[in-house]
């Protein structure tokens, strides 16, 4: 079955630099979630889509910003990047549709800042 | 808002031993909870999920959960572990805004 997937897989970034992480949902999914893990920590929620809109915002950075297209899709942007920022980044996704529907996980995208 | 606390950040086990690991959530609401396992380097897996009916949840790969709402537990149990169960596990909680918050996990190394 298809599932939730993520690119990069690996990404290296300086100090100050920009990132973006891309997430396509598994097919049908209406809903998005970005999650931030960093060593050794749980993850942490930061934000969420649904059809195209925001729908919930966590912890993420004033530095972060994200969309949902409209092929549901979903980019993480990351700017000013910190030593801090390195993590893991997963992506989530599930049908709104369902009540019962839980969340998906990619594979993520682990993010090193040098 | 939600939160999630495991007790137990690193247990070890043999194989055959019997687990049990500690959740326990705080939420107002109605709750949906889950269990993912997370192997060395690779992403988050759901085990199993709870969202209403039987509190008696039985997931992939052996294991299962109770939900005990008196308690506001959902420990997860297996009667017997293998080495291949050595991973991190997450108990998380979703609330009324839908995103998944976290427990900070319990490293479980089980030794052969």
């Known amino acids: 079955a298809a599932g939730v997937i993520q690119s990069p897989r690996h990404l290296i970034k300086e100090k100050r630099e920009t990132a973006t992480l891309k997430c396509y949902p598994i097919p049908r999914h209406d809903t998005v979630y970005w999650y931030q893990q960093g060593p050794g920590q749980d993850p942490q929620f930061l934000i969420s889509?649904?059809?195209?809109?925001?729908?919930d915002k966590g912890s993420i950075p004033d530095r972060f910003s994200a969309q949902q297209f409209s092929d549901y899709h979903s980019e993480l942007n990351m700017s000013s990047l910190e030593l801090g920022d390195s993590a893991l980044y997963f992506c989530?996704?599930?049908?709104?549709?369902?009540?019962?529907?839980?969340?998906?996980f990619g594979d993520g995208t682990r993010l090193s800042i040098l | 808002a939600q939160s999630v606390s495991q007790h137990n950040h690193h247990v070890i086990l043999s194989e055959a031993a019997s687990l049990e690991l500690g959740c326990n959530y705080s939420y107002g609401g109605t709750v949906n909870l889950f269990w993912y396992v997370q192997y060395p380097g690779q992403h988050l897996q759901l085990l199993l999920k709870?969202?209403?009916?039987?509190?008696l949840v039985k997931g992939i790969k052996g294991f299962e959960a109770e939900f005990i709402k008196s308690k506001f537990s959902f420990n997860l149990r297996k009667p017997s572990v293998q080495w291949s169960d050595t991973a991190e596990y997450f108990c998380?909680?979703?609330?009324?805004?839908?995103?998944?918050?976290f427990g900070s996990g319990t490293q479980l190394t089980v030794l052969p």
């Open positions: 889509f649904y059809e195209k809109m925001q729908s």
């Open positions: 998380a909680v979703v609330g009324s805004a839908r995103q998944l918050t």
């Open positions: 989530a996704s599930s049908s709104q549709a369902s009540e019962a529907q839980p969340q998906h």
């Open positions: 709870y969202f209403s009916g039987d509190p």
